[in-house]
Each structure stands twice: as structure tokens, then as C-alpha cells.
T-cell receptor, first 111, second 109 residues
Framework: GAVVSQHPSRVICKSGTSVKIECRSLDFQATTMFWYRQFPKQSLMLMATSNEGSKATYEQGVEKDKFLINHASLTLSTLTVTSAHPEDSSFYIC???????FGSGTRLTVV | GIQVEQSPPDLILQEGANSTLRCNFSDSVNNLQWFHQNPWGQLINLFYIPSGTKQNGRLSATTVATERYSLLYISSSQTTDSGVYFCAVINQAGTALIFGKGTTLSVSS
């Protein structure tokens, strides 16, 4: 079946640094990938839709300059959290169309 | 936009018990899915069920699209069923999923 690999699974970084999260479709091509954020004991909130070869579409309230998304190939999308702050600490999950395959998530802790 | 409400928010069961989780949605949808998020965060698709009834082992789901709700049934629950169950529908633009707040299930032995 379709597999989405997400790395790293856990990262701790210092405030002010940048962190890159990768989302790969392993056995299929994904022209569209989605990035979600999940705070503790809350639901998944869509941050942005990543389209291969074009700019990402961000949801209202999500800063595109802070959460940089690159979808340079049909199998890889990356999310870079720039100048991370403690309030960015969260669980980030990617998925690839047609929406039923999710990565295993990345737990980001900013100290 | 479409609103997705799930109930109950929390559920505690003894192993072997049965349960019903509910998902209400505010508008007509073409796509409804149930997911299980395990304690490590991995999301697993359980059912794609825009209408009708499906069964997979001890789990089954029913969606009544005309009345805008879906039910997830778990029978003979096991400790491995613990986690959060999410209902999700496609947004009006047809581009991404909107998740409910989930039902947290704890099954004890």
C-alpha cells in the first residue's frame, strides 16, 4: 500500500534556529501533500497544501515566511520552521493525496 | 466552513466492552473518513465511508449522509484499541480534510 515516510520523528532545537521536516511518498507519486499541526490533546489543523512545482497554499493565520514549504519533486515535500520559538512546539504531520496516508509525525520541541 | 463535531470526547472501557462513537457534520459531504491515532501519533485510516455501512473485523462504521452523521462501532474492545479516533470530512474546496476534535478511548484490561 501507499507509504508516507516522515523524518525526523522527534527534534529538539534551540529558540531562534530553523528546523526542516521531510515528508516522502515511498511507493507512489504525490503531486499534492498536506501539512498539519496538532497541539497536545487537540485535533489536527491544516497548515498548508503543498503542490509539486508550485507555491504552497497556506491556511488563514499560518505565516508563510515562518513555515516554508518546498515540494520540489513528486515524492518529497519539506516543511522548514524558521526562527523557531517555544510556541512552535507541536506535533507536525504530513499526508499525501488521496488523504488516507499519513506520515508518522514529527514532535518538535523548541527550548 | 464545514463543522465536524465528535462525541463523546472521552471514553473509558473495560476490555471486551462495546462502544459507539459519533460524528456530526454541518453540511453535505462527499467524503468522510474515520482515523485512529495511536499513542505514538501515527494516524491510520480505518474507513472511507461517505455513506452506507462497512465492516472490518471488530470495527464497523455507518454514515447516514442525509442526516449528516456517522457512527463508528467498536466491538469486544482490546487494549490496543486505545488512542484517539478522528472523523474527518473533505473541505468545501475539495482540497483537504477537516478533522473533528476526536474521541479519546482508553481500554483497560
Amino acid at each position: 500500500g501507499a507509504v508516507v515516510s516522515q523524518h525526523p520523528s522527534r527534534v529538539i532545537c534551540k529558540s531562534g534556529t530553523s528546523v526542516k521536516i521531510e515528508c516522502r511518498s515511498l511507493d507512489f507519486q504525490a503531486t499534492t501533500m498536506f501539512w498539519y499541526r496538532q497541539f497536545p490533546k487537540q485535533s489536527l489543523m491544516l497548515m498548508a497544501t503543498s503542490n509539486e512545482g508550485s507555491k504552497a497554499t497556506y491556511e488563514q493565520g499560518v505565516e508563510k515566511d515562518k513555515f516554508l514549504i518546498n515540494h520540489a519533486s513528486l515524492t518529497l515535500s519539506t516543511l522548514t520552521v524558521t526562527s523557531a520559538h517555544p510556541e512552535d512546539s507541536s506535533f507536525y504531520i504530513c499526508s499525501a493525496a488521496p488523504w488516507d496516508t499519513f506520515g508518522s509525525g514529527t514532535r518538535l520541541t523548541v527550548v | 466552513g464545514i463543522q465536524v463535531e465528535q462525541s463523546p470526547p472521552d471514553l473509558i472501557l473495560q476490555e471486551g466492552a462495546n462502544s459507539t462513537l459519533r460524528c456530526n457534520f454541518s453540511d453535505s459531504v462527499n467524503n468522510l473518513q474515520w482515523f485512529h491515532q495511536n499513542p505514538w501519533g501515527q494516524l491510520i485510516n480505518l474507513f472511507y465511508i461517505p455513506s452506507g455501512t462497512k465492516q472490518n473485523g471488530r470495527l464497523s462504521a455507518t454514515t447516514v449522509a442525509t442526516e449528516r452523521y456517522s457512527l463508528l462501532y467498536i466491538s469486544s474492545s482490546q487494549t490496543t484499541d486505545s488512542g484517539v479516533y478522528f472523523c474527518a470530512v473533505i473541505n468545501q474546496a475539495g482540497t483537504a480534510l477537516i478533522f473533528g476534535k476526536g474521541t479519546t478511548l482508553s481500554v483497560s484490561s
